[in-house]
């Protein structure tokens, strides 16, 4: 199971997520679907910028759990 730990690395640079989506480009909506592992896909320039906006690397994003 692919499991986005994005409230994780925000609290680690303390980002809420109205800032990130003011530095991504994304609604809160989009984000908020992220955060709480809702999501069905993520395009690559949308992990590129989170990353970039968070100053992370992908794997500090997401994460595979075997169940």
């Known amino acids: 199971m692919i499991v986005i730990n994005l ?10 997520l109205n800032e990130l989506s003011d530095k991504v480009g994304i609604t809160l909506s989009n984000l908020s679907i992220l955060k709480n592992n809702k999501a069905k896909a993520i395009r690559f320039a ?9 100053d992370c690397r992908v794997e500090d994003i997401i994460e595979y759990v075997d169940e």
Do not use: E
Not at 7 to 16: F, H, L, N
Not at 46 to 54: S, W
């Open 7 to 16: 409230d994780v690395a925000m609290a680690k640079k303390k980002m809420s």
């Open 46 to 54: 949308t992990l590129d910028a989170i990353c970039k906006a968070l």
